[in-house]
């Protein structure tokens, strides 16, 4: 069965990186009816954090990405946080190293820098090697480490050959023999390095395959030695292009939002952040960029992802959102957007359940014209706010004094005050009226009209905001400029 994890340390956000790895490894799973795994990898202590964990793990439910074995689900193959699971490193180290294949290193670590120093001014690799290392392996160094409660280093011994792997994404992939020498595998502090602690992990839970960003490339040498070691097969591996700016520089904070966490905060929908990071190195089959879930499950395929690096393109990204945005029922519109419409301080909890008949219709309005729910608060206090007009503005001014357009207002005006109906059909005739007696040219009319009543020049629908605002305070608002 095919079997994918996604394993990322807590130690902050959810990077967007890693958000399209957890991603991809869904899909997969999910297209060839596997299993998708969630694993914490928290043996870094001064960095990862439980409260990190728990945000990780609210980001990935925000995305819609459920796991099929991990924290707060559960497994055969548990547990499932590394911290959780230093008793199996410590029983797997010693198989390594009664099998001549690891050793304890009773050095220093400035006698490990001495090392290293020896081997480069011989003009030689820094590479560690057991020669070098186990003539500190003495019976007086043991009882010296006993002795200060020290734990020795154990190190992998890196067989001195080539190896090569088949890569789904990159092709194939060799690593030359010296390419690297011993290494740790089990820190002084009894916990395991990242490329050994993996590789039992995955071994033991059975992975099939490993779909990770080609910044763990370099990894994979040390991760296949260690699974030969073992003499368990190999995984097998896709390594995913990395994602970069539109400046073609590495995705970092100076291109703006790089979390999961601050595109929610900004209003973006779930379902918009997963399509567009699909689309970061996959593509669909007919080029759609507007992809449901269930369809990237379905056309989901590792022969489709680029190798080449993908660029986040954070406008192409918004404009994505919007779409979604379009595509949302208002009911749901209006749920989603309570947080914001209140943390803005524009209307309580209390005004919005009061008002939501008018917030949904308000909805229906401004959607086609919102890319982040964070503006929704903006869009709406046209609607809703009161303003003094500006008597110096030249611009409005110029409209407003126009041939005939001042004429036309007042007809308007006058219409409204008799409108006892005010509906989107009424105030549309009346509008149309006033157009036809006064003849003023359209453009300024609509002009100086919209900015009479909204104090912007542009805006949604101008009669379904007319209507909206109510008939007091467009007849208010009319009256204010009918005299400049």
Not at 343 to 358: F, G, H, I, V
Not at 372 to 379: A, D
């Amino acid at each position: 069965m095919i079997r994918t994890r996604f394993a990322p340390s807590p130690t902050g956000y959810l990077h967007v990186g890693g958000a399209r790895t957890a991603l991809f490894n869904y899909l997969f799973a999910r297209k060839n009816g596997g299993k998708f795994i969630l694993r914490i990898e928290d043996t870094d202590i001064e960095r990862s954090t439980k409260e990190s964990e728990e945000q990780l793990i609210k980001a990935l439910k925000w995305l819609g990405l459920d796991w099929d074995e991990g924290p707060q689900v559960g497994g055969e193959v548990g547990p499932y946080r590394q911290s959780e699971r230093t008793e199996i490193y410590k029983q797997k180290t010693k198989e390594l190293i009664e099998s001549g294949k690891a050793y304890e290193a009773y050095a220093y670590s400035e006698e490990l820098d001495k090392i290293k120093e020896e081997l480069l001014a011989a003009g030689k690799p820094p590479h560690y090697s057991y020669e070098e290392i186990s003539k500190y392996d003495t019976p007086e160094r043991r009882k010296e480490f006993e002795e200060k409660g020290l734990k020795p280093v154990v190190f992998f011994k890196m067989p001195r050959k080539d190896y090569s792997i088949k890569d789904l994404i990159k092709g194939d992939v060799t690593f030359k023999k010296g390419a690297i020498g011993d290494f740790v595998l089990m820190r002084s502090n009894g916990l395991p390095t990242y490329n050994y602690a993996v590789v039992i992990d995955d071994m033991l839970m059975q992975i099939s395959h490993v779909i990770r960003g080609d910044d763990h490339l370099s990894n994979t040498l040390r991760q296949v030695a260690i699974y030969e070691a073992f003499e368990m097969p190999l995984p097998q591996f896709a390594h995913v292009s990395m994602i970069l700016g539109t400046d073609g520089k590495r995705l970092s904070k100076r291109h703006g939002a790089t979390s999961v966490e601050e595109f929610k905060y900004r209003g973006y929908l779930p379902e918009s952040v997963v399509n567009y990071l699909a689309l970061l190195g996959w593509s669909h089959p007919e080029g759609k960029e507007i992809v449901e879930l269930s369809e990237m499950i379905e056309k989901f395929d590792l022969d489709r992802v680029n190798s080449s690096p993908a660029v986040f393109d954070e406008v192409k990204m918004k404009w994505m959102n919007a779409n979604y945005i379009r595509k949302t029922n208002v009911e749901k519109l209006y749920e989603l957007s309570i947080p914001f419409i209140t943390e803005s301080k524009l209307l309580t909890e209390e005004q919005c359940k009061d008002n939501k008949k008018w917030l949904l219709e308000a909805f229906e309005l401004i959607k086609t014209s919102v890319e982040e729910l964070q503006k929704v608060p903006e869009e709406l206090s046209i609607l809703i706010k009161d303003f003094e007009i500006d008597e110096t503005n030249q611009e409005f001014l110029e409209y407003l004094n126009a041939e005939n357009v001042k004429q036309s207002i007042k007809i308007a005006l006058e219409k409204f005050i008799n409108d006892e109906e005010w509906t989107e059909k009424t105030v549309l005739e009346n509008l149309k009226i006033a157009m036809k007696e006064a003849k003023p040219a359209k453009k300024p009319f609509y002009m100086a009209l919209r900015k009479s009543i909204t104090n912007e020049f542009h805006g949604p629908d101008l009669v379904k905001s007319i209507h909206l605002i109510g008939r007091a305070r467009v007849i208010e608002r009319l009256e204010r400029v009918v005299n400049l």
